[in-house]
Nanobody, 124 residues
Framework: QVQLVESGGGVVQAGGSLRLSCAAS????????MGWFRQAPGKEREFVAV???????????YYADSVKGRFTISRDNVRATLDLQMNSLKPEDTAVYYC??????????????WGKGTLVTVSS
């Protein structure tokens, strides 16, 4: 059984920063693509960022256009953690943020494992 537990959410003013963390336990996830998704009130869940795994090359990071240049995703396979550093936060970043692990269909959000989410609220 795989468990993903997010932490680090909270309330922050626009322009501020937060760092989200995801702790993984259970099955080794070092060979999975791992990412962050978010769901704002009244909206569908959307992709935020992913860090890939490849047997033949280094990990690659991808970001949604809306967060590019402001958010940084990183993973530590030894500690089994996934972080999301969020800077220059905007009110439109307000959402529940989910940690997820899965295969190649990460662009569509078809991940195999999901955390329960952590709420980020950005006040204007």
């Amino acid at each position: 059984q795989v468990q993903l537990v997010e932490s680090g959410g909270g309330v922050v003013q626009a322009g501020g920063s937060l760092r989200l963390s995801c702790a993984a336990s259970g099955r080794a996830l070092s060979t999975y693509n791992m990412g962050w998704f978010r769901q704002a009130p009244g909206k569908e869940r959307e992709f935020v960022a992913v860090v890939t795994w490849s047997r033949w090359s280094s990990s690659v990071t991808y970001y949604a256009d809306s967060v590019k240049g402001r958010f940084t995703i990183s993973r530590d396979n030894v500690r089994a953690t996934l972080d999301l550093q969020m800077n220059s936060l905007k009110p439109e970043d307000t959402a529940v943020y989910y940690c997820a692990a899965g295969g190649s269909n990460w662009r569509s959000g078809a991940m195999d494992y999901w955390g329960k989410g952590t709420l980020v609220t950005v006040s204007s």
